[in-house]
């Protein structure tokens, strides 16, 4: 299955959670990190708390179901 999502800007980058195989973060040029749902066309959660570019996220190592 093929999905997209839209953004206000680039996405600089993604990561797949490792929990739920349908949950992915992303990375956007406009400070934004926002987290996805694969079956849902909006977003789960988006955060707006960086001044500029946001250029990687990752999924916490400790406490899976956070990231940094």
Do not use: K
Request: charged share 20%.
């Amino acid at each position: 299955p093929f999905v997209s999502f839209y953004t206000n800007d680039a996405v600089f980058d993604c990561c797949w959670s490792e929990e739920r195989e349908n949950i992915l973060i992303t990375a956007g040029g406009d400070g934004s990190i926002i987290m996805w749902d694969v079956n849902h066309p909006m977003p789960i959660f988006h955060f707006e708390q960086h001044q500029q570019e946001c250029v990687s996220v990752d999924w916490n190592a400790h406490v899976r179901c956070a990231y940094t």
